[in-house]
């Protein structure tokens, strides 16, 4: 499309509408759904009910960055760049139709929403309650599509491994007592972001029976980034990082040689685990990849400590 007749017809749309109007549209019918999901939140959701968006996030960065489910082999997904800056010109040459949304910032989505609906679902608003919000944005999308058994049973599935981990971490004789620290390091080991109240990964923590050690206040995403001298604040709790490959072997390898670090019960007692790397910014099927990782760590002896 050339770039005089998009601006002409961007204008067109843009003077006809409010603010967020078109949010509020009904998705088109009578023809097939051009869905375009900017973040990785979004395209999970879609994905969990076997969705797959015409345009969204980057394949190789949403693989990178350990989101599920994984895009099938055969999808065929156009990038639609950064999420912040919306791509109105390549929405309208794809024919988008409707815009499904978890991260993407109010001033992106209103943008879209000049070219088609948006959903948002708004499961990360700075309260507790992040993991029930993303199980309720799954049905969302599930009534807006007609896929409600495939919502159904997606549910069903992590509240069975919710369950499963629950009761093998009960029976383990780990001490009830006991918090954990979710954290991801950065190459150098000095900073860190631990994982906390309103996040999904506090949710699922709680629901299994783990003790989150992070009490300090968190972002609307549920996570903070400080130092690593932070963690001395629980000095005994495991610490559960969250494996980034290199970047976290870097980052434990100086932290091997720290004085700070050597110091802290946990670590003297050895009780520090890495975890397959889990997509912390995306939407529901999170749960399930952090289940995947604690399933695996209760099940571990040196975790089944007294």
Same mark, same amino acid.
């Given at each position: 499309?050339? $770039?005089?007749?998009?601006? =002409?017809?961007?204008?067109?749309?843009?003077?006809?509408?409010?603010? %967020?109007?078109?949010? &509020?549209? $009904?998705? +088109?019918?009578?023809?097939?759904? /051009?869905?375009?999901?900017?973040?990785?939140?979004?395209?999970?959701? @879609?994905?969990?009910?076997?969705?797959?968006?015409?345009?969204?996030?980057?394949?190789?960065?949403y693989d990178s960055m350990?989101?599920? *489910?994984?895009? *099938?082999?055969?999808?065929?997904?156009?990038?639609?760049?950064? *999420?912040?800056? +919306?791509? @109105? #010109?390549?929405?309208?040459?794809?024919?988008?139709?409707?815009?499904?949304?978890?991260?993407?910032?109010?001033?992106?989505?209103?943008?879209?929403?000049?070219?088609?609906?948006?959903?948002?679902?708004?499961?990360?608003?700075?309260?507790?309650?992040? @993991?029930?919000?993303a199980a309720e944005g799954? /049905?969302?999308?599930?009534?807006?599509? !007609?896929?409600?058994?495939?919502?159904?049973?997606?549910?069903?599935?992590?509240?069975? $491994?919710?369950?499963?981990?629950?009761?093998? @971490?009960?029976?383990?004789?780990?001490?009830?007592?006991?918090?954990?620290?979710?954290?991801?390091?950065?190459?150098?080991?000095?900073?860190? =972001?631990?994982?906390?109240?309103?996040?999904?990964?506090?949710?699922?923590?709680?629901? =299994?029976?783990?003790?989150?050690?992070?009490?300090?206040?968190?972002? #609307?995403?549920?996570?903070?980034?400080?130092?690593?001298? %932070?963690?001395?604040?629980? +000095?005994?709790?495991?610490?559960?990082?969250?494996?980034?490959?290199?970047?976290?072997?870097?980052?434990? /390898?100086? %932290?091997?040689?720290?004085?700070?670090?050597?110091?802290?019960?946990?670590?003297?007692?050895?009780?520090?685990?890495?975890? *397959?790397?889990?997509?912390?910014?995306?939407?529901?099927?999170? &749960?399930?990849?952090?289940?995947?990782? %604690? !399933?695996?760590?209760?099940? /571990?002896?040196?975790?089944?400590? =007294?």
């Amino acid at each position: 499309m050339k $770039r005089r007749n998009f601006c =002409v017809g961007a204008a067109a749309m843009l003077a006809g509408a409010g603010s %967020l109007v078109h949010a &509020a549209r $009904r998705l +088109p019918t009578g023809s097939a759904l /051009r869905i375009l999901a900017p973040d990785r939140g979004a395209v999970s959701s @879609l994905l969990a009910l076997g969705i797959e968006p015409m345009a969204g996030a980057d394949r190789a960065f949403y693989d990178s960055m350990g989101a599920e *489910p994984r895009m *099938p082999p055969g999808m065929n997904i156009v990038s639609s760049g950064d *999420p912040i800056e +919306p791509n @109105l #010109e390549l929405m309208i040459e794809l024919g988008i139709n409707w815009c499904v949304t978890v991260t993407t910032p109010q001033i992106a989505r209103e943008r879209m929403g000049v070219i088609a609906p948006v959903t948002h679902l708004d499961i990360f608003t700075g309260q507790i309650g992040a @993991l029930d919000r993303a199980a309720e944005g799954l /049905r969302t999308l599930a009534r807006l599509t !007609g896929r409600e058994d495939q919502a159904t049973a997606y549910i069903a599935q992590v509240e069975v $491994r919710m369950a499963d981990v629950a009761r093998t @971490l009960a029976a383990s004789g780990r001490p009830a007592q006991r918090q954990t620290y979710l954290v991801t390091l950065n190459d150098g080991g000095r900073s860190m =972001v631990a994982y906390g109240r309103n996040s999904i990964m506090w949710d699922v923590m709680t629901r =299994v029976g783990l003790r989150n050690a992070w009490t300090r206040s968190t972002n #609307e995403y549920g996570f903070s980034v400080g130092g690593v001298e %932070l963690l001395a604040e629980v +000095p005994d709790a495991d610490i559960v990082v969250v494996d980034f490959g290199a970047s976290t072997t870097a980052a434990l /390898r100086q %932290l091997a040689v720290s004085p700070f670090w050597n110091r802290l019960a946990s670590v003297r007692a050895g009780r520090v685990y890495r975890i *397959p790397l889990i997509d912390l910014f995306n939407s529901y099927p999170s &749960a399930t990849t952090l289940l995947r990782g %604690l !399933g695996e760590l209760v099940r /571990r002896e040196d975790f089944r400590h =007294v």
